[in-house]
C-alpha cells in the first residue's frame, strides 16, 4: 500500500517558521504533480503551493513570498518551507501527489495532515 508520511508541523509564534516534509512510500515509480494543502476548521481545503516534475512551482497569493515549495526526486520527498507565520496560517496541511504507483497506475495520493498551529 503506497503512503505518504508528512512531518514537521507543529506550534510556532507568529513570526516564526516551520519547515513541512512528506515522503512517499518506495512503490512509487515517478511523481509528476506535488502539492501541499491546507484546510482551517470550518473552511474548505485549499492549494497552498504545488510544484510540477520540471520544478515549476506555484503558490497561493496569501504565502507567496513566505513560502517555499521544493522536491527531491530522487527521495521522492517534498518540502514546504513556512516563514513570517501568520495566525490565518493556522490548519491541517496535507501533502499531494500525482504519482505513477507500482501495479496500480497514475494515482493521487494525500497524506494524513500535520497540524500547524500559528500562535502567541
Known amino acids: 500500500q503506497v503512503q505518504l508520511v508528512e512531518s514537521g508541523g507543529g506550534l510556532v509564534q507568529p513570526g516564526g517558521s516551520l519547515r513541512l516534509s512528506c515522503v512517499a512510500s518506495?512503490?512509487?515509480?515517478?511523481?509528476?504533480?506535488m502539492g501541499w494543502y491546507r484546510q482551517a476548521p470550518g473552511k474548505q481545503r485549499e492549494m497552498v503551493a504545488s510544484i510540477t516534475s520540471g520544478g515549476s512551482a506555484n503558490y497561493a497569493r496569501s504565502v507567496k513570498g513566505r513560502f517555499t515549495i521544493s522536491r527531491d526526486n530522487a527521495k521522492n520527498m517534498v518540502f514546504l518551507q513556512m516563514n513570517s507565520l501568520k495566525p490565518e496560517d493556522t490548519a491541517v496541511y496535507y501533502c499531494?501527489?500525482?504519482?505513477?504507483?507500482?501495479?496500480?497506475?497514475?494515482?493521487?495520493?494525500w497524506g494524513q495532515g500535520t497540524q500547524v498551529t500559528v500562535s502567541s
Open positions: 499531494n501527489l500525482g504519482a505513477l504507483v507500482l501495479a496500480m497506475g497514475y494515482q493521487s495520493l
Open positions: 518506495e512503490s512509487i515509480l515517478s511523481i509528476n504533480f
